[in-house]
């Protein structure tokens, strides 16, 4: 079924959890669901389609919004789409035929379509002056004049969650051409995944996918570096394997943005620079729209807005600057000395029954660092004046992975150039790339699974136990509380101001920083990290299609702060491989740094020019879509220069008065 079929039609796409009070009555005689059925009315009167679903423990009211209730909601929220000509424009829902639509044939993405909902289900207030009493289970509950119904459900208890649903159709479609796909490798459906998911997902997989294409070069380089013996040869062919690490790492990130670039403008993301989003809000305030002669009034000395203005922008940088230098003091101060000792300890124990279980009280206990390294790395952000919940959360970011740098690779960093024992190193990557991915994969997907079963089992048993039923079997709870049994797509940091993916990419970068920065030690790592990651495609795609609810969209149009942390490695691995490869070693394995110290300055510099030089030899934007947007802008002129003219005739007093205020 296309987009356009399915926004006709509809399927149903969003659903509300509200307890099942079975057939208890108030004490007035009253149906003691009285605010349910109230709630579902003032959503019937919004426009929407409800259905109510009586599960073993829970009601479910599931909604559709037909295509004309979105386009209208889109026009309240004043969504800014791409028109036929090129350029972007406030979506206005009768001239909705003047927008273009997305590669699915639909008229709005999932992301777009979810914020219309969201603005429908919680724009229901109490238009009138007097209070509405309701009724829930018993109690009372007060409907005050202006406020929101659904909110006030909430905060009662009423109503115990918002989902979204699964579309069971193309659920089914994408497990068949994605999901269990195993044949085409890292080719996966992009549009189908944006169209279902939404923008950030769809980028991640676009990223993951290329990111382990392009890894199976070094991959087979570095395999035939661990294979060979090229005998006296070997130091120079390190040098040359590390400088296409190089080179092929700079290219992967210029040619990504250019990709980046062509999925934004295939999906309709524009303005990328100024704000990563799907859908465009317009945020002004009310005073725009009054006359000349009210601005004037309302406005302020502009000498005194930019003070103000001026005052706010230091301010804000100064909370950042303050939270990073807590979060590196805390770094250095309790968590540095316990990776040493782990890693020293490692060391000099003999015993590998000691090791694996001085390794098994590291793992737990660095749980509890990284965790409260987060949590208090939230309480930091949240105190931060960040102009919006993009810029949130990539201070977030930098800040958890600070913390989850030091817990990953300072024990490398020891064993590699303080003790220099290569042995050690190498047997620390191979248990940090295979054990620790493949537990990892195994748990991302099992624990969801078995949190769904354990939920399951209990809500059928205790219906068994309800009033004496006993023939309750597995198929008699409806699809729509299965789906709210399973998990949902959050951060091990919290679901606030990141999903999932915070994980997926965080697992993603420490897996590339490894490989890199110790390439020189063990080149065999990228061969590990091909086969994780052509595994990784499939289980996360099966683990967000069938192990989880679906996610909540969330419209980030690239990879964010990832990107530059990416990058910040690759410079990163020049140096740490610098030093390793002028480390000559004997048999035993002992290192002698001596005659280095003028050939680490000498690759560094040559490395860091081979980086930076690729950069500006490969343009960040295709040809083709910068031409295209010239296109769009001129023809768009064109259409609009008279109109615009005329406008501005009829405004020109306006426009004097407006250059007298400034």
């Known amino acids: 079924m296309s987009g356009n079929e399915r926004e006709e039609e509809g399927v149903f796409e969003l659903a509300l959890v509200v307890p099942k009070w079975g057939d208890d009555k108030g004490e007035d005689g009253d149906d003691a669901s009285d605010c349910v059925e109230i709630l579902a009315d003032e959503l019937r009167k919004k426009g929407l389609i409800v259905e109510r679903v009586s599960g073993l423990q829970n009601e479910f009211i599931k909604l559709l919004a037909p295509l004309e209730v979105l386009g209208k909601a889109a026009a309240e929220l004043r969504f800014r789409k791409r028109t036929h000509i090129g350029m972007n424009f406030q979506f206005e829902w009768d001239e909705a035929e003047a927008f273009v639509r997305h590669p699915d044939g639909s008229l709005f993405g999932w992301s777009e379509r979810f914020h219309c909902y969201h603005h429908i289900i919680y724009g229901i207030v109490n238009t009138g002056t007097d209070v509405i009493a309701m009724k829930s289970n018993c109690k009372e509950v007060h409907w005050n004049p202006g406020e929101s119904l659904l909110e006030k459900l909430e905060s009662v208890g009423v109503v115990k969650e918002v989902f979204p649903l699964h579309d069971e159709s193309k659920r089914k479609q994408l497990l068949r051409s994605w999901a269990m796909n195993w044949l085409d490798f890292t080719a996966q459906p992009i549009d189908d995944i944006c169209s279902y998911y939404g923008v950030k997902i769809a980028t991640y997989f676009a990223f993951l996918g290329m990111y382990t294409k392009w890894m199976l070069f070094p991959a087979t380089l570095g395999l035939i570096v661990h294979l060979v013996d090229f005998g006296s040869l070997r130091f120079l062919v390190l040098p040359f394997f590390f400088i296409s690490l190089i080179s092929w790492a700079t290219l992967f990130f210029q040619f990504w943005k250019r990709k980046s670039s062509a999925l934004s403008n295939r999906w309709h993301i524009y303005d990328s620079g100024a704000a990563e989003s799907e859908y465009k809000f317009w945020h002004t305030d009310r005073s725009s729209s009054s006359s000349p002669t009210e601005h004037m009034k309302k406005g302020t000395n502009k000498l005194k807005e930019k003070a103000v203005f001026q005052k ?225 495609i499939r289980a996360d795609a099966l683990k967000l299609l069938a192990m989880i609810r679906r996610p909540i969209p969330r419209a980030d149009a690239t990879i964010g702060a990832w990107l530059n942390i990416f990058q910040l490695l690759v410079v990163a691995s020049i140096c740490t491989n610098s030093a390793l490869l002028v480390c000559l070693y004997d048999q035993e394995g002992n290192w002698n740094l001596s005659p280095g110290l003028g050939a680490i300055l000498v690759m560094e510099h040559v490395l860091l020019f081979i980086k930076f030089g690729f950069s500006r030899i490969v343009p960040d934007e295709p040809e083709w879509v910068r031409a295209a947007r010239k296109k769009n802008v001129t023809r768009a002129e064109k259409m609009c220069s008279k109109q615009l003219l005329r406008s501005i005739s009829a405004d020109g007093n306006i426009f004097k008065e407006m250059k007298k205020e400034e």
């Open 312 to 536: 706010e922008e230091w301010f804000t940088w100064l909370m950042r600057l303050r939270n990073d230098v807590f979060v590196i003091i805390g770094i250095l101060c309790l968590q540095l000395p316990f990776e040493l000792a782990y890693a020293h300890l490692y060391e000099v124990i003999g015993s590998e029954l000691l090791k694996f279980g001085l390794t098994a009280v590291y793992i737990v206990a660095i749980q509890y660092f990284t965790r409260m390294g987060g949590k208090i790395s939230m309480k930091l952000v949240k105190y931060e004046n960040n102009e919006n919940v993009e810029y949130s959360a990539n201070s977030l970011v930098y800040k958890v992975f600070g913390v989850y740098f030091l817990q990953t690779y300072i024990g490398l960093f020891y064993h590699a150039l303080l003790h220099r024992n290569l042995t050690t190193l190498r047997q620390i990557l191979i248990q940090r790339l295979v054990a620790s991915e493949v537990i990892g994969n195994i748990f991302e997907n099992s624990i969801p699974y078995l949190s769904y079963s354990i939920k399951k089992f209990r809500a059928i048993r205790n219906k068994k136990h309800e009033k004496g039923q006993s023939k309750v079997k597995m198929g008699s709870m409806p699809r729509v509380e299965k789906e709210y049994l399973k998990a949902s797509y959050a951060a091990s940091i919290g679901l606030e101001l990141e999903d999932g993916l915070f994980d997926d990419f965080l697992e993603l970068v420490l897996q590339f920083g490894m490989i890199m920065m110790f390439a020189c030690a063990f080149p065999l790592g990228f061969t590990f990290s091909v086969v994780n990651n052509i595994t990784e």
